[in-house]
């Protein structure tokens, strides 16, 4: 409710949240590459402009491709897609944060955490945000007469 212009407004977004994709990249024997799901996300968002692409976490270790790149592919197809946010789970850890780190230098997205302190200064780590603001169709705020 806009208490400005006394009207109700209804913003229909659709989120879809990607996880543990653990760098299938490729297809194997047992699982279907991004390819599939790259094809499916690039529909959903040409539908729709309000279309936000978030990813849950553990995106990165498994596969050779993503873990001879320390995930650097994914993060590039993430870029590619247009994510905008990738929460980090606990396998991006797993190579380090050095690793964290330049995905997030490559990153065209922010890196979510609200609860990763560096233990000698106990401050957030830089490569982190604890939130991020999305901005679609020129839409910051619910009221169009503001």
Request: charged share 25%; hydrophobic share 35%; aromatic share 12%.
């Amino acid at each position: 409710y806009c208490d400005d212009c006394g009207e109700y407004l209804l913003l229909s977004l659709d989120f879809y949240a990607i996880n543990d994709l653990h760098g299938v990249f490729d297809d194997t024997n047992t699982s279907d590459g991004v390819d599939e799901l790259t094809t499916y996300l690039r529909r959903a968002a040409s539908l729709s402009s309000r279309t936000l692409l978030l990813s849950s976490g553990d995106m990165w270790q498994g596969s050779y491709e993503s873990n001879s790149t320390r995930g650097m592919i994914i993060t590039d197809w993430m870029n590619d897609l247009d994510f905008v946010s990738m929460t980090l789970g606990n396998h991006e850890y797993d190579w380090g944060e050095e690793y964290i780190e330049k995905n997030a230098e490559a990153a065209e997205f922010p890196f979510l955490a609200i609860n990763v302190y560096e233990k000698s200064t106990g401050e957030r780590v830089d490569y982190c945000a604890p939130s991020v603001l999305i901005e679609r169709d020129g839409i910051k705020t619910i009221c169009p007469h503001l």
